[in-house]
Structures are given as C-alpha cells and as structure tokens.
C-alpha cells in the first residue's frame, strides 16, 4: 500500500494542541523547542496569553512541532510521498530527512517574523472565494489589477471551487466588489492581515533567502511535492532547488489542488494527515471526488479530537 503523509498549515492550529504528547520523548523535544524559542511553547500552544496561538510569528513553530511529534507516533513503512501547505512544506522537509527539526523550527519562526513585517498590521487582506473556477478568479482580478493597480492575487488554490484571494486591502475589496458582480455568491473576509503568497511578500523572501543559503539540507529520502510547482522534489540531493523553492513559495500561490492531483495520480491509496486538525484531509476528499476515480481513497488524521467527530 502506497501512503503520503500530509502537512497543515496556518489556520489549522487549536488550544491545547500539544497536551496529548505526554510521552517523555515527546515532552523532552517539547522542552527543546522551548529551548529554542527562548519561550514557553506549552503555554503559548494553549493560548496562554489569549491570542498569542494566532500569532503568525508562533502559530508557525507550533504547527510545525505538533506536525513533528505526532509522525513521531507514526508506526508504519516510509511513506511513498510527502507534502504540506504552505508553512506544512518546511515539516514535509523534515519528514523527508531533508532538514533538521532544530533548523526548520528556527526557519519558520523567523518566517512567520519576516511575514508579519512585511506589511504593516490593517494594510493586508486575505478572503476566501467559494464557487468559481480558478481561472475565472484570474480573470476577474486580472482587471482589478489592471485598474486598480493594485495588489491581488490568488494565494491558495485548495481545491475545486475554493480559492482564496489576497493583497492590499483596499485591492482585496475591490476585486471583491468586481468578483460578486460577476455572479460569485460566497466570498469570507478571513480574519488574518498577512496576505500570504503575493507580491507583498517580497521583503519576506528577501529574507529567507538569506536564512535558507546558510541552512544545510541533506539528501531527500522520498519525494516532497513542492507548493509551487505541484511537481515532486527528489529523492537524493536537492539543496539548492529546495531552497530556491521555499523562497518563491512566500510570493507564489499555493497550488494545492495540482499538488493533491499529483500525488492521488502517483498511485497512493491511503493519505495521512500529520499533525493538528483535518483540513486537509476535506480539501483532499474534494479533490478526490473531482477526479472521479474508481477506486476510493484511506483517509487518515492523526488528529484524535477530529477522528473522533
């Protein structure tokens, strides 16, 4: 049986996420990565102060050792691929035994710093565009670019008929203003002011690009589809090509739904979410449906608040 692992990104964090790894390996990596972020990452993943979860800078880390401790339960053969979104791309690195979990939990929480500075708090707008193909959205915010000359663009396509939107503020509204006078009925405004994924992320890349060239890679040990290409990485030596990737991921859409076709096309049966939630997992079903292949797909969390909903 063929598995991938798949790995959340932001948005798919809970309070108390961490509370179930009480193993004393667990907890001992939990204290590392304390060590690590000079901070208190059992309090912070409980929201303690209240807030400070949805914290770009900490949500990041966190999603990313959540995403580590539970492959850490995983009692079964390599997988065959893997893959994550957005901020899930740097554990589908680790997973892989590409990059150290100390590095890529330093590289995430300086990214999630870059990001939030990158565009001033209130300035930035992200929305979820519910119905339309991708190429109509194109369409449409093409030409509010084209008046506006503004940002917006499409920052995650995530599966058949959900795309999410982002850029300046002012832009954003616009192209949602021009996006429900072409017919779109179901547009959410979401509640994060870092437009992930654009061009306004640019200072943000700068940045990493900088941070990735002094970070050691090492030779893949299965294949990662890689965010913005939907096209696998490796196995082997990939370094400079990794690098370049999760740099042109900051200012690039997510192309989930490419990247979920590609691996249910690589013959995978059975499809493993790592870490916090089931995002992914129906965003996945949905692409399986649109597919229409004959033979249905595993689904597994290793969620266990999710799988027992």
């Known amino acids: 049986m063929k598995t991938a692992y798949l790995f959340p990104g932001q948005g798919s964090q809970s309070p108390g996420m961490l509370d179930r790894f009480d193993g004393s390996g667990e907890r001992a990596l939990i204290a590392r990565a304390s060590e690590i972020l000079a901070a208190d990452v059992l309090k912070i993943s409980r929201d303690e102060p209240s807030g400070i979860l949805d914290q770009t800078r900490w949500t990041q880390p966190l999603l990313l050792l959540c995403s580590v401790l539970a492959l850490g339960r995983l009692e079964e053969e390599t997988p065959s691929v893997v893959l994550g979104h957005s901020l899930g791309e740097y554990s589908a690195y ?19 710093e870059f990001m939030q500075e990158a565009v001033p708090a209130g300035t930035g707008l992200m929305a979820a565009v519910l ?36 850029g300046q503020k002012e832009t954003v509204e616009k192209a949602i203003e021009a996006l429900r006078s072409a017919g779109v009925r179901k547009i959410v405004p979401l509640a994060v002011s870092v437009p992930s994924h654009t061009a306004l992320m640019s200072p943000a890349a700068r940045a990493m690009k900088e941070l990735l060239a002094r970070t050691s ?3 893949l040990n299965v294949p990662v589809v890689a965010n913005v290409t939907a096209s696998l990485v490796g196995p082997g030596e990939a370094s400079d090509r990794i690098r370049e990737l999760l740099v042109r991921q ?39 449906r649109q597919m229409g292949r004959p033979e249905k797909l595993s689904w597994v969390t290793t969620d266990p608040k999710v799988a027992k909903e």
């Open 217 to 219: 890679f090492t030779p």
């Open 94 to 112: 680790v997973a892989a035994g590409a990059l150290a979990f100390e590095d890529a939990l330093l590289l995430v929480h300086r990214r999630g």
């Open 250 to 288: 900051l200012e690039s859409p997510v192309e989930w739904t490419k990247s979920m076709e590609t691996v249910i096309s690589s013959g995978v049966s059975r499809l493993v979410e790592v870490g916090s939630g089931a995002v992914l997992t129906g965003l996945g079903k949905r692409v399986e």
């Open 131 to 166: 119905g339309p193909a991708r190429e109509e959205i194109d369409r449409v915010l093409e030409e509010v670019r084209k008046a506006s000359g503004g940002v917006v663009s499409v920052a995650n396509d995530n599966c058949p008929g959900q795309c999410v939107i982002a």
